[in-house]
C-alpha cells in the first residue's frame, strides 16, 4: 500500500520560510518522478515542483528562484524547502507520487496518481 505523509506546514510571517517533508512508504520511490501540488480555497490545484529519479527539477513561475525542491532516496523522504513566503503562497500543500500506467494529474511530464492528504501553509503579514 502507497503512503505519502506530509508534515512540516504552519503558520508564518510574509517574507519567512518553511520545510515540508514527505514520507513515502510502499513505493519505488528512487526511481519515480515526485511532485508538490498546492491548491487555496477556490481554486484548482496548481504544481509547485517536481523532481525527477534523475535529479531533474522543475518549478512554477510563481515560486522560482524561492523554493527548493529535493529528495533523499536512502529514507524516502521528499522535502519542499520554501523561502521568502508570500501572502500567495498561502495554500494546502500535497505530496505526490507517479504512476504513468494509471490515471492521474499531468503536470511537467509526469502522471502524477499517489497523494498525500496535505499540510496547509498559512501566511501572516
Known amino acids: 500500500q502507497v503512503q505519502l505523509v506530509e508534515s512540516g506546514g504552519g503558520s508564518v510571517q510574509a517574507g519567512g520560510s518553511l520545510r515540508l517533508s514527505c514520507a513515502v512508504s510502499?513505493?519505488?520511490?528512487?526511481?519515480?518522478?515526485m511532485g508538490w501540488f498546492r491548491q487555496s480555497p477556490g481554486k484548482g490545484r496548481e504544481g509547485v515542483a517536481r523532481?525527477?529519479?534523475?535529479?531533474?527539477?522543475t518549478y512554477a513561475d510563481s515560486v522560482k528562484g524561492r523554493f527548493t525542491i529535493s529528495r533523499d532516496n536512502a529514507k524516502n523522504i521528499l522535502i519542499l524547502q520554501m523561502n521568502s513566503l508570500k501572502s500567495e503562497d498561502a495554500a494546502m500543500y500535497y505530496c505526490?507520487?507517479?504512476?504513468?500506467?494509471?490515471?492521474?494529474?499531468?503536470?511537467?511530464?509526469?502522471?502524477?496518481?499517489?497523494w498525500g492528504q496535505g499540510t496547509q501553509v498559512t501566511i501572516s503579514s
Open positions: 510502499g513505493y519505488s520511490f528512487s526511481t519515480s518522478c
Open positions: 523532481i525527477g529519479s534523475d535529479g531533474s527539477t
Open positions: 505526490a507520487a507517479e504512476r504513468p500506467s494509471r490515471a492521474g494529474l499531468n503536470w511537467a511530464g509526469c502522471r502524477f496518481h499517489y
